[in-house]
């Protein structure tokens, strides 16, 4: 997370105070901070597993032996992971001005995220704490351009074939022409093998390719990929609700499409964590406002499986407290939750 440095004319909080943004009327110079909310992200990965019959399928018992293939075009979803993080977004109701008392010849440093969370007064610029989240997109396996070209290794004889049968026959035989070329390749029974391990390895290759290929007219093709979806979710909107609906069918649908069975979404509130700070409301001179962060613990299940389970900060679901004028002179604050990391002279 990157910071705006500041550089205000304040010596230390004995000059300076903080107050409500909203209740300042009059509106004096300073310098504007807003403490962070916390926004559940759910990611959600469904793989999605597609199988399509070959053209040739009712004959693979006939011509290969093989007997249980795919007859009829199968499409099945399921949820392979669901996660869990946090993003901090600004609390508009919780927005405050730094405002100097008096001016000073030693200024103070004040860093502010690009969101307009404050981070730190006084703290040291070498230490910065950069978290961030990476998402690396689900990248399918391209096929390269000749193998998608089916045609190239069709024989003449299937080409000019009418009989659906008799192609199937000849696809057949050439599928155990590739198997015993790569057995003689395998037991070096050919009189001119491969020259090097490069091309051994490359013409091994192509045989399976070739078989790959073959064996698909008859069995059919099975084809895996994988989805994230993203839910953006206010933990103090929601105790507990659907958070959308799944089908085996059609993969992730909308809460409102009856033909999926919900998954839902539990937040149980387990208060904030414990402090000694003085309570805002009772405040006569601020020095600063930030947040005690809250817990949660955050339930996603369908009724019959728990995809997650996981106890998160929830700075909403704290309280807002203050640090007196005449406290130290140097303070960081976390810019995910807004609590108290250190204070200190």
């Not at 929601?238 to 998954?263: C, H, M, Y």
Request: with cysteine; hydrophobic share 35%; glycine share 6%.
């Amino acid at each position: 997370m990157f910071t705006i440095c500041i550089i205000a004319s304040l010596d230390g909080f004995s000059q300076f105070q903080t107050i409500p943004f909203k209740n300042n009327s009059g509106s004096p110079e300073g310098i504007p901070y807003t403490l962070p909310k916390t926004v559940l992200v759910v990611e959600v990965t469904t793989e999605c597993t597609q199988q399509t019959p070959g053209p040739y399928c009712q004959y693979a018992e006939r011509f290969l032996g093989i007997t249980d293939v795919c007859q009829t075009e199968i499409t099945s979803n399921e949820i392979v992971s669901v996660s869990i993080y946090t993003k901090p977004v600004p609390d508009d109701q919780n927005t405050y001005l730094i405002v100097q008392e008096s001016k000073s010849k030693n200024p103070a440093t004040i860093e502010l995220t690009p969101e307009g969370f404050l981070s730190s007064i006084n703290g040291d610029l070498s230490e910065k704490n950069i978290n961030k989240k990476s998402h690396d997109a689900n990248r399918s396996n391209l096929s390269k351009p000749y193998e998608t070209m089916e045609s190239s290794i069709v024989t003449r004889e299937m080409q000019q074939s009418t009989s659906t049968a008799k192609i199937a026959e000849l696809a057949a035989l050439e599928l155990f022409n590739i198997r015993d070329a790569r057995v003689n390749i395998l037991t070096q029974d050919v009189d001119k093998g491969p020259s090097d391990g490069k091309s051994y390895e490359l013409v091994l290759s192509e045989l399976n390719r070739i078989e790959r290929y073959y064996t698909e007219l008859f069995t059919g093709k099975r084809n895996v990929s994988k989805k994230v979806t993203t839910f953006e979710v206010d933990p103090a909107s929601v105790n507990e609700s659907t958070l959308f609906r799944f089908s085996q069918i059609k993969g992730i649908v909308d809460k409102a499409d009856l033909g999926g069975s919900p998954v839902n979404i539990k937040i149980q509130k387990e208060g904030a964590l414990a402090n000694n700070a003085q309570d805002s409301k009772n405040a006569k001179s601020v020095g600063l406002y930030y947040r005690i962060p809250g817990k949660a613990k955050i339930t996603i299940a369908d009724g019959k499986k728990t995809f997650c389970e996981k106890e998160i900060m929830v700075a909403q679901f704290g309280n807002v407290m203050t640090l007196p004028v005449q406290s130290s002179g140097k303070v960081k604050l976390c810019p995910f939750t807004g609590a108290l990391l250190q204070s200190g002279n």
